[in-house]
């Protein structure tokens, strides 16, 4: 049976291919050392805890075995949310427990709220770079993409103006707090010009923040959804796979009531429900340790990953021509070797040739043709002797590639 | 801030309430006894094994706590399934386990199929009455429904070569065993009327298959994928919620390879992976108990209470004008009281005034209007004494309310 022209228009015209997950699937494939993994140590998953949590919630009595009875998620890890958030400081006074929608992973809640907010031909302004599988949740639903680059504080501003001032954007997405890929953090400062710019332009925010907690010395700064106050333009999304485990697949959204209601229905209609087990284990996770001492472990661990992986690339590759950036938080390093005119074909030849595997930044830019000379980098999953082994390899590509050029 | 008109056109123009959800709502306000859930009987859940096989897994140092390594589902789960299937003779020879996907319960895979299959102005065909909450993923994608009645050995075959003849079909869903909500089976004939149907006038079909292993003295038949042998034409729909627990979340589709490349890249658009955690620990389950032995099991309490509810309501509501039919498998009872002309008004009447919860019949019809005298029951949580108690509710707000016409 031929397929290619029974698929709806979503699938010919709109859907790509996940470029990461290919690469990865190349990379161990070709059994490389991988230094670009957004997925946390694995070592760092709190799995006794969440194995005794797990037993406590099975042996309760209730029930957790039908259809949820809750409508935007487990109750208690809904108030448990909106408290933790509201002690950091990152919420505004009209959110409530009621205002948390919990989602399979900040993926969903991004699908979910383009689904109620973007119709096919609305434009939404990107960071550029900025998240692929955003980007692919977008195009998939037929909306636009347009970039604006993102310097070191955050979005170039004058490049933001004007594209605002040329074209309706209804939803500018960003991931405020040590970015991926570039690690960059948007200062409070240019938050409060843009939520200007959102008031003056009227557009919508989705702030993506899964990395806000992956923090070792600069602050990544409060958040748009807190900074922008009564103002209930901001749609924010947390997730705990970075900070907890992404096994869990639980994420949320905070925001307005009405936007709540609808993705109620969206719910229904995409699952019904979801698994309400694990809700009650995160629960249970998170009200029984103490959160804060686990969040300083993780960070001090991601703190030593980075600082080997820098000093491990800085001395092997740096005389290469890497560049790289510094981050102080999240899990990601953003690199550029200028002399490198095609990165995708150099990642795919460090893969093969050179047994390292890091992705080509061309698949963090909206635009096509971006982004050469650019890697991404992961520490998180680098202990200080694979970064060296891989800084060297790297190193090695490099001059192995350089050479045949 | 003003929603109404920043929400999407699927959102104002195409996304609906559940109708169910909402008068089980209504019903659990008022603390109505429950005649119409589609939810199994609580007691039938495998708690204590579910919690052994929650526990193996846990203690299992594997890691189930990253991202899924699966791309489909787990794969152990995925050899058991199209094992078990296919001893049961529901299964073409092309299958293989990379052909089953796993959602988050048959509704997520009926919302992915959609995407993957229909666009906004293409036209589905379904049964008359059918499952609400598959008409709302339809219409949130902007898919037209055309209805085909439903009679008791299936659909109406003159009608469905009427529409044919007259409309561009490109999907059929269809419910073949103990359908929601009237309790019809179709037969193999008919089914391999509509494959010849499918062939000539070139549509798809969804089968959507939560109700077979509900059995109780007639067999529901063959399914239509087996029967379509080598034409892949037929796109499968498990679910694991009735006769394990609707909480684990977990469905399947069965599909030919190239619509299952297409599954993963909406999953990774979607939610990028599913809980590893929960299918291991299914498939823990299955393999770990005797899952034969658990069917009649619950088939046994199913029929027990079928048999009671079935003579409750011909006792009590018989005499009031209420014509049911009488399954032979599955949750439900479709019923009629010809004198009542606004099912819904009844149903509201009956939840207030008589303190009992039946579903109108107008939601399960595709045309607007249509269904009027029709009712749905369910017995799945619904036992003896609760059924005569129900019954007798039952048949009190009907005398009630026909004196107030």
Request: hydrophobic share 40%; with cysteine.
């Amino acid at each position: 049976m031929d397929w290619g022209n029974r698929f709806s228009r979503t699938v010919t015209d709109r859907l790509e291919d996940s470029a990461i997950a290919l690469m990865m699937r190349e990379a161990a494939r070709e059994g490389a050392l991988m230094l670009s993994a957004g997925e946390p140590m694995k070592e760092l998953y709190p799995v006794e805890q969440l194995r005794e949590s797990f037993l406590r919630v099975l042996s309760d009595e209730s029930n957790y075995w039908g259809y949820s009875k809750y409508r935007t998620g487990v109750k208690p890890l809904l108030e448990w949310t909106e408290r933790w958030m509201r002690e950091e400081g990152l919420l505004p006074g009209w959110v409530e427990p009621e205002n948390i929608f919990i989602t399979n992973g900040s993926q969903e809640g991004v699908s979910l709220l383009t689904g109620a907010l973007l119709d096919p031909g609305d434009t939404i302004m990107v960071e550029s770079p900025s998240y692929p599988d955003a980007f692919g949740v977008f195009r998939r639903d037929g909306v636009i993409l347009e970039g604006v680059d993102l310097l070191p504080d955050g979005p170039d501003l004058d490049a933001m103006e004007s594209l605002l001032a040329t074209k309706k954007i209804k939803v500018f997405y960003t991931i405020p707090a040590y970015q991926n890929p570039t690690g960059f953090s948007t200062s409070d400062e240019k938050k409060r010009r843009i939520l200007e710019l959102a008031r003056r332009f009227d557009f919508l925010i989705f702030e993506d923040d899964p990395y806000r907690n992956i923090t070792f010395e600069a602050s990544p700064g409060g958040t748009y959804i807190n900074a922008a106050g009564d103002d209930e333009r901001v749609l924010y999304l947390g997730s705990f796979s970075k900070v907890i485990a992404p096994a869990l697949r639980i994420g949320w959204i905070v925001a307005p009531s009405p936007v709540v209601t609808v993705l109620e229905k969206l719910r229904i209609a995409g699952t019904l429900c979801l698994p309400d087990v694990i809700q009650h284990a995160l629960h249970d996770l998170v009200s029984n340790i103490d959160f804060n001492k686990h969040l300083e472990k993780i960070c001090l661990a991601y703190r030593v990953n980075r600082d080997a992986f820098v000093d491990s690339l800085e001395r092997h590759a740096g005389p290469e021509g890497l560049e790289i950036n510094i981050p102080s938080g999240g899990f990601f390093i953003w690199g550029k070797v200028p002399w490198i005119k095609n990165a995708g074909d150099f990642a795919m030849y460090a893969i093969k040739k050179g047994k390292v595997a890091v992705v080509p930044g061309g698949h963090f830019f909206p635009e096509p043709g971006k982004g050469n000379g650019y890697l991404r980098f992961s520490f998180a999953q680098v202990t200080p002797p694979m970064a060296e082994e891989g800084a060297a390899r790297l190193a090695r590509a490099l001059r192995e590639y350089r050479d045949l050029q």
